[in-house]
C-alpha cells in the first residue's frame, strides 16, 4: 500500500492510499472530524474517566468500613457499616452504567468510522475506469474481499489488536 499528499485529482486535499490492488482511496486523516462524532467521543471519554474512578471509591470506602469496626457502641457501629455498604452498592451500579456508556459510546464511534471507510472505499472502486474491472486480478470477488478486509483491519486497529 503506497500512500502520497492530495486527492485522487492531484489538488492536494488529503491523504491518498493505493490498496492492493491498485485503487486510490481517499482517506482523511481524522475521521471523527468530518463525521461530527465528538459528542459521542466526548460521552465516551467522559463515561471512561468515570468508569476509571470506580475502584479507588470503592477502595476508599471499604477503608472506611473497616474504620466503622473499630467503634464500641453497637448502634454506631451498624449505621457507619450500613452507611458505607450502601455508598459502595451505589459506587458499584453507577459503575455499571459507566461501563456501559464506555463501551456502547466508543463502539458506536468505531463502528461508524469503519463504515465510513467502507463506504469511501467502495466509493473509489466504483470511480475506476472500466479497463480497471478487465484485470483478472481486479474479479467482483477480489474487490470484495478487499473491501471486507481493509475495514477489518481498520476495525482490529480500532480494537487495539495487531494489524497486518
Known sequence: MSRGRGWADGSGGGDVSTCTLGVTCEVSVTHAESGGHEVLVLLGVLSSIANGLVFPL????????????????????????QKWSIAMFIVAVAGYFFNAGQIGFMSSVGERLTTKVRMDLFKAILRQDITFFDK??????????????????VRAAKRGGAVG
Open 136 to 153: 483478472p486480478t481486479n474479479s467482483v470477488g477480489a474487490l470484495m474481499s478487499q473491501l471486507s478486509g481493509d475495514t477489518a483491519l
Open 58 to 81: 470503592i477502595a476508599i470506602f471499604f477503608s472506611e468500613m473497616l474504620q466503622a469496626f473499630t467503634l464500641y457502641d453497637d448502634a454506631d457501629l451498624r449505621f457507619e457499616v
